[in-house]
């Protein structure tokens, strides 16, 4: 009977830590015959299990069809930015207005797209990815119906720009951590494949948005666009996720706190504020911020460019289609060849960021079309192969716990770019009358971001740095009686010997 009392306090020292100090003071049980117990049945203690609120990795099964939602997302997202240069012209004829202020509908939103990602980052770790996703879906179609009606460019800012652009902040951030959550070994294929929806719907929207603005005129090839926005809601319906939010977690297992020190642990914690003082999450967000300054502009004025050196409306628009085809190609091999483990992931992002530069700055050359086509078959390549190593980076500098929050911080900060890309492209096309200077801008942001990727933290190791520990240091909700048993147990450790339950000491008192 003693014996039997004794395993289930040892079994509640193991799993409480409380009862520890009430056993060691009465003096029945002696402190080496403790680690015995605990040896024999090995649990997680309550730390562990704070640290590690999601199930290990399928890296399989559910999963792909979590790709796949990613891959839909993606095409109706990005791909869909990348193909409205064909409204471009549509806009400037039909309001009269300069490319520079037609330039700011795209740039509106995508600026939103990534300053709302931290809110739908913390919004995903209270809630869950599925509603986050549902509710984005709903809105990114509302914003085109909304559209269709415009009278003016600032009808257009506050639809196409704001209301869709928060649709797809509210989708593209939760969708990413999900698919990432999912694998592990074959994160960078996961990543790549998702990310082919992009290039696909580079290929098929452009001539499909020729066809119905010929057709329907843009009003209603905008209306056309806002349903096949709608199907956002089913692919964050098929997301499923691998446990509770990280903050109902934390919530469920700290102890009972301040309130107002509660609301604020739980901000912090959605939001993960604290990676604003992490050197290499800073760096990186730099670097991302020149990326996406350049990135997206070929996709609003290569269309316009290839029309302006004297190609008709269709064959502008296959020039997006063939670099869309190469995006395909580059997603799936920079995620195949990056998941062999040859190179660092760092260090193919840097060669494939350089080329993207390169051959961007090489478009205003190729005044020939076969010439146009073969530079924009490069820069399709590459700025696909690039596109999914961006992301897969992320979890290399901040470990995988601060994932999803740092995916919304970083498309925050990397908005700025975004925001001002494309009008500074526009402004230079006013100014000299044609979009040569506009390019070599482009290609020139992506050259100084790849520079400065190159400062990061362990850059120039051959081999990569251990990833970051989620649960290092002390979580900003743990009890103080907790932090008393850590210091109590760490000042009386022993050596754990594993010994047969026999030969536990006990005493038949109670």
Request: aromatic residues 10%.
């Amino acid at each position: 009977m003693g014996g039997v009392c004794f395993i289930q306090k040892a079994e509640e020292i193991n799993r409480e830590g409380k009862s520890y100090l009430d056993s060691h003071s009465d003096g029945t049980h002696s402190l080496q015959s403790i680690p015995c117990a605990i040896m024999e049945k090995p649990q997680k203690t309550q730390e562990e299990q704070q640290s590690s609120p999601q199930m290990a990795a399928p890296d399989g099964g559910w999963g792909w069809v979590v790709v796949g939602s990613l891959f839909v997302s993606s095409a109706l997202v990005f791909g869909l930015i990348r193909s409205l240069g064909v409204f471009f012209v549509e806009f400037v004829q039909y309001f009269g207005e300069s490319a520079q202020a037609v330039s700011w509908i795209t740039s509106i939103g995508l600026a939103m797209q990534q300053l709302m990602s931290p809110v739908s980052a913390a919004a995903s770790n209270v809630y869950g990815a599925r509603p986050v996703v549902m509710m984005g879906g709903f809105l990114s179609g509302l914003g085109f119906i909304l559209a269709s009606q415009a009278t003016s460019l600032l009808h257009l800012y506050l639809t196409m720009g704001l209301i869709s652009g928060l649709g797809w902040a509210l989708i593209f951030t939760p969708t990413v951590a999900s698919v990432m959550q999912y694998f592990t070994l074959r994160r960078s294929l996961a990543m790549g494949l998702g990310f082919t929806g992009v290039g696909l719907a580079s290929f098929a929207f452009s001539p499909l948005f020729q066809y119905l603005v010929e057709a329907y005129a843009w009003r209603g090839a905008l209306l056309v666009l806002g349903g096949l926005s709608f199907n956002m809601i089913a692919c964050g319906a098929l997301i499923r996720p691998l446990g509770k939010p990280k903050v109902v977690v934390k919530a469920e297992n700290s102890t009972k706190l301040n309130k107002c020190s509660s609301l604020f642990s739980r901000i912090c914690e959605g939001f993960e504020l604290a990676l604003l003082s992490h050197r290499g999450f800073l760096t990186y967000s730099v670097a991302i911020t020149l990326f996406n300054a350049g990135y997206f502009i070929p996709y609003v004025h290569l269309v316009a460019h290839s029309r302006h050196i004297g190609f008709n409306e269709y064959q502008a628009a296959f020039v997006i289609s063939v670099t869309g085809v190469a995006d395909i190609v580059g997603r799936v091999a920079s995620g195949w060849f990056s998941d062999l483990g040859r190179m660092r992931m760092q260090h193919m992002l840097v060669v494939w960021t350089g080329l993207l530069g390169l051959s961007l700055m090489l478009i205003p050359v190729a005044v020939v079309y076969s010439g146009l086509l073969v530079v924009s078959v490069v820069y399709g390549f590459c700025a696909g192969a690039m596109t999914p190593l961006a992301f897969a980076v992320v979890p290399e500098i901040v470990g995988m716990e601060r994932m999803l929050g740092a995916l919304g911080l970083l498309q925050l900060i990397e908005s700025i770019g975004g925001l001002l890309g494309a009008p500074l492209s526009g402004w230079l096309k006013d100014y000299t009358g044609m979009y040569t200077l506009s390019f070599i801008a482009a290609g020139s942001f992506l050259v100084l971001g790849m520079l400065v990727t190159m400062t990061l933290p362990y850059f120039w190791s051959c081999t990569a740095p251990p990833p970051p520990s989620p649960s290092m240091k002390k979580s900003q909700d743990e009890s103080i009686e907790d932090g008393l048993l850590k210091q109590t147990l760490s000042s009386n450790s022993v050596p754990e010997i594993l010994c047969p339950l026999d030969d536990i000491p006990y005493s038949d008192k109670e």
